[in-house]
């Protein structure tokens, strides 16, 4: 039986609405209840269930469903986009969002974050944004999705991230092996991220469908 992943893709302005007359204390609380609210009712709505005193986290913070611990999800969003990634069957599932356009320090943040191989591939070619955002968000859906959060230095954990490659398999032994996807989206780059295991047979991947509202 194939498993399943889905993604809803959207646009903060077709969701959120937030006073921005607000100080910005305010606004950022605000708007941050707004996305979780509109989190909620997407799980409602995948599930069909009552979140009523559903959702508790575990001791490193992660959210999840206390009478359906089949059933997981996780959120991720940038400045003008949010993706939710939910499954009825696929244990520990990561999701991470970027925008393309958004201004990094590149060099630096390489050099702090990315093991040797990821750094050397990047400047093979040539210091590519692509690439680098291929690198970072799935470095931050594999951690999210098993839970530890940024407990591990990031340049430890190699992604293995082929540069003419959409996905692959890492794995790090603090938190076990993982598989991810990478998608270039509406000047987004998204990457899905679920726990997998090594396999002379390969690994098997699951339907990913993605819902693109934006």
Not at 12 to 37: E, G, M, N, P
Not at 87 to 105: F, H, P, Y
Not at 107 to 136: I, T
């Amino acid at each position: 039986m194939t498993k399943h992943i889905q993604i809803q893709l959207y646009s903060f302005r077709k969701i959120i609405s937030v006073d921005t007359s607000l100080a910005r204390a305010a606004y950022i609380k605000a708007k941050k209840q707004a996305i979780y609210q509109f989190r909620d009712r997407l799980l409602e709505q995948f599930f069909k269930i009552d979140l009523q005193d559903q959702l508790v986290k575990t001791e490193h913070g992660k959210p999840y469903l206390i009478d359906y611990p089949k059933f997981t999800f996780n959120h991720s969003h940038s400045r003008n986009f949010y993706a939710l990634a939910m499954s009825e069957c696929i244990q520990d599932l990561g999701v991470d969002i970027e925008e393309l356009s958004r201004k990094v320090r590149f060099e630096a943040l390489a050099q702090h974050a990315f093991h040797p191989q990821e750094l050397q591939h990047w400047h093979e070619l040539d210091c590519d944004p692509e690439y680098w955002f291929k690198v970072w968000t799935t470095k931050e859906a594999v951690l999210k999705a098993s839970g530890l959060g940024i407990r591990i230095n990031l340049n430890e954990l190699n992604t293995n991230l082929h540069p003419l490659n959409d996905g692959g398999m890492c794995e790090h032994p603090q938190i076990g092996v993982f598989a991810y996807q990478n998608y270039q989206l509406a000047g987004c780059m998204l990457t899905v991220a679920w726990r997998s295991e090594q396999s002379c047979k390969g690994f098997a991947r699951p339907s990913i469908q993605i819902i693109n509202d934006i």
